[in-house]
């Protein structure tokens, strides 16, 4: 996994499986925002460290594994990087991973889950004053929406959507569960 908070200076190491579709023998390295990092010679493993890595913006970026043999290069996409936003009070990988046993592994299926379901949050929710702090709800609302939707990718639809990186969902409305969170029922008064 392969998550940071925008300003840090990496120091963690990293151990990749090395995909089937690439050689078996020669230079390894990975490749991630134009940047290039070591690893050791192993036959079936990216291993090193992330120390040598410049981090980028916050965002999502693309890992590669790369074997260079003879002149020649081939890579397969191994990870996704996440830089997250300290300062941002919705949920991000880190912080969902706190609060969710059983989150999808990688940390780039993680993340577009919690995006969608921040996107579906804010459609829904009423609309908050600019820089009015997001209430908890909102963010409790957020992961609800985001477990469920995983939930859904792993149930059989006839609806299934492909959305990359090995991650197919079956688009569910937003949970009543969540509705009742964000936009809570208020009992009327009656005169009669």
Do not use: C
Request: charged share 25%.
């Amino acid at each position: 996994m392969a998550a940071f908070i925008a300003g840090d200076q990496p120091v963690a190491d990293f151990d990749y499986d090395k995909p089937d579709e690439l050689p078996q023998q020669g230079t390894t390295s990975l490749e991630v925002v134009g940047q290039t990092l070591p690893t050791e010679q192993t036959v079936d493993a990216f291993v090193g460290s992330w120390s040598d890595l410049t981090l980028p913006e916050v965002g999502t970026y693309k890992v590669f594994g790369v074997v260079t043999k003879d002149g020649r290069s081939q890579r397969s996409l191994v990870d996704t990087l996440v830089v997250v936003d300290p300062d941002d009070e919705w949920h991000n990988v880190i912080t969902a991973r706190l609060e969710w046993d059983g989150a999808p592994d990688q940390d780039g299926t993680l993340q577009r889950l919690l995006s969608v379901a921040r996107d579906q949050v804010e459609a829904y929710a009423p609309e908050l004053p600019d820089g009015a702090a997001i209430p908890e709800r909102y963010r409790a609302g957020q992961l609800m929406q985001a477990r469920n939707t995983f939930n859904a990718s792993i149930t059989n639809g006839d609806n299934s959507v492909d959305l990359g990186g090995g991650l197919v969902i079956s688009p569910r409305p937003l949970d009543w569960a969540v509705k009742q969170l964000l936009r809570p029922a208020r009992a009327k008064k009656a005169v009669g």
